[in-house]
């Protein structure tokens, strides 16, 4: 475990701009901050940085300024201000349109997160090209027809279905094809949603009613259970005040019964998890998480190939009853979820210090941050 730390930054102050959802702004003016805000602006203190939030609605190009929301130490308020704009800009909301994104690179602004989110096809596409790395990707496809589907399920009775763009499980669907020919169902919508049909024909409904837009479809993976549950992992995987990729935290999850995923799940530490559940040797544990750190910076720096530098990402993976490891999705942004729920209060601290030392990091960088545009 990494120890808490600050470097002294001799030079200005770097600012960095936090975009927020309406939501979020609101619960900041009524001194309601989140728990993530709350441990964003005691890192903000530690890494000696000038933080404030906004929405994409408080920028005024014209003028370069953003009307947002800071917290003030000498009130102990949250409170509204005028700022020019930031150093760092750090999207903890929403996806930012290519005018907006390049409007803020011409005055210099560079970026702590991808500006947009990860597209799930093109995330697939980039770590295919890994020769390290393909074969720990399910066989992907898009999904553009309902013949597609069926092609699908002649190669495997489970498939996942996601959209394009995603984030903590909201639109991901799995279908298990039954011995019979019936097939079920599982998704979340706020809860979790089961559906058993006769014939493929009187699921397309269901289908067309949960995606608007185009989605991928993937090969079940045979995932390691535990009593039934199904379990996998999620790293919060981030470049520190040096500029270099560390994994800070590994949180495994066990899923709800018959959900398709783990993300409204149970939470515990790697090493405890590990070592009191499945009982490995304190030697297998350490071998392990080596093996597995060095397949997440891998994936992490070719995600970042078709992307661009990031701050930080949420990667989610998984072992098979084979052990052998599996990526199910990169996100851009993180909500901290397994964080918070498995981890002592240093290492949480340490995964938002993390981001504003990476901050000042690129905020005295020299060059220009580089993006590749085949994927902009």
Known sequence: MSTLSSTTNK????????????????RLQKQKPSLNIIKLQEANEKAKTKLYMFTLKEIDFNR???????????????????????DVFYRRSGSLNQTIQRKLQKKGVKFLNSPKGFNNWEVSLLLLQNKDLCSHVPLTRKCQSFKDLTKMFKRTNTVYLKSY???????????????????????????????????????????RSFYKKEFIMQEGIDLLTVDGYLVDMRAEVQRNGNGNVEVTAIAVRRGKKNSPITTHSESYTFDSFYKNVLKYSDQQVSTFKEEVTQFLKKVYEQVEEGYGRCGEMGIDFALDKNNKLWLIECNSRSAKVSLHKAFDQQTVNQSFLNLLEYAKYIAKEKSERKYASHYQ
């Open 165 to 207: 763009i995603g984030g903590r499980g909201k639109k991901v669907m799995r279908i298990i094809k039954q011995p019979n020919k019936a097939y079920h169902c599982s998704y979340f919508n706020k809860h979790l949603i089961e559906h058993r049909v006769n014939t493929f024909e009187a699921f397309q409904k269901t289908i």
């Open 11 to 26: 030079n200005k102050e770097t600012t960095v701009g936090v975009l927020i959802t309406r939501r979020t702004l609101r």
């Open 64 to 86: 370069d300024i953003i009307y947002g929301i800071y917290f003030n130490p000498s009130t102990n308020r949250w409170e509204k201000g005028k700022f020019s704009l930031p």
